[in-house]
């Protein structure tokens, strides 16, 4: 049997919904969202770490990968990450 995930499944629905809405946007709406992206990437990583711009078409592995490291290290990062990464999505339009 697999570990259990440590991403709460309000998070991971979230999460996949931002993952799908990304892939949907033309490129250039990719690239004008990708601030605003990296402003959450930023946030999850450690304040030692930064998280390189490999590009719009890397952007949702790191953001995963993040998500995943952020629920890891905190469980209580549920509830308020869900909440963000539902902001972003919308922000994509």
């Known amino acids: 049997?697999?570990?259990?995930?440590?991403?709460?499944?309000?998070?991971?629905?979230?999460?996949q919904r931002v993952v799908r809405r990304w892939q949907q946007l033309p490129l250039d709406r990719a690239l004008s969202c990708m601030p605003r992206a990296r402003l959450l990437l930023d946030d999850l990583a450690a304040p030692a770490r930064q998280v390189p711009d490999l590009g719009p078409a890397v952007l949702m592995d790191q953001l995963t990968v993040l998500v995943y490291d952020a629920c890891a290290a905190d469980a209580e990062a549920g509830g308020d990450l869900a909440s963000?990464?539902?902001?972003?999505?919308r922000e994509l339009g």
């Not at 049997?1 to 999460?15: C, D, I, N, T, Y």
């Not at 963000?84 to 999505?89: E, K, T, V």
């Open 84 to 89: 963000r990464l539902g902001d972003l999505r």
């Open 1 to 15: 049997m697999p570990p259990k995930s440590p991403v709460p499944q309000e998070v991971s629905a979230e999460l």
